[in-house]
């Protein structure tokens, strides 16, 4: 089955600001923040807009409470978590597939 939402963590260039996010459609949600579709929102105003991790899930309400979980961590457990799946931080955001299952990039 498919995941009908995604939680997401991105960041700016130089990797100094995460935005933990979720979505039912994450390729429109990765180019409504690379286009600064809400000027003022926060990852508009800090130019985030680099996918570094996320993780699928197959109910909605299972992704916003994962998406408050992680919020809820320190930005060390933020960066533990990213880097199991992204350890060089490279910009997924031109090879996610949601039809795919997430892997870990070397």
């Keep these: ?4 939402a ?4 991105l960041t700016n260039k130089r990797n100094t600001v995460l935005y933990t996010g979720a979505s039912n459609d994450l390729l429109t949600r990765l180019w409504e923040h690379k286009t600064k579709q809400n000027p003022k929102c926060f990852t508009a105003r800090y130019n985030i807009y680099k ?5 699928p899930f197959e109910l909605v309400t ?3 409470e994962r998406e408050r979980y992680i919020k809820g961590k ?8 990213i880097k199991t799946m992204n350890a060089e931080w490279k910009d997924l955001t031109e090879t996610f597939d949601p039809n795919l299952p997430p892997k870990p990039v070397s």
Excluded: C, G, N, Q
Aim: aromatic share 20%.
């Design 1 to 4: 089955m498919l995941p009908s």
């Design 6 to 9: 995604w939680v997401y963590i």
């Design 51 to 55: 996918l570094i991790y996320y993780e």
């Design 62 to 64: 299972e992704a916003l």
């Design 74 to 81: 320190t930005r060390k457990w933020k960066e533990d978590l």
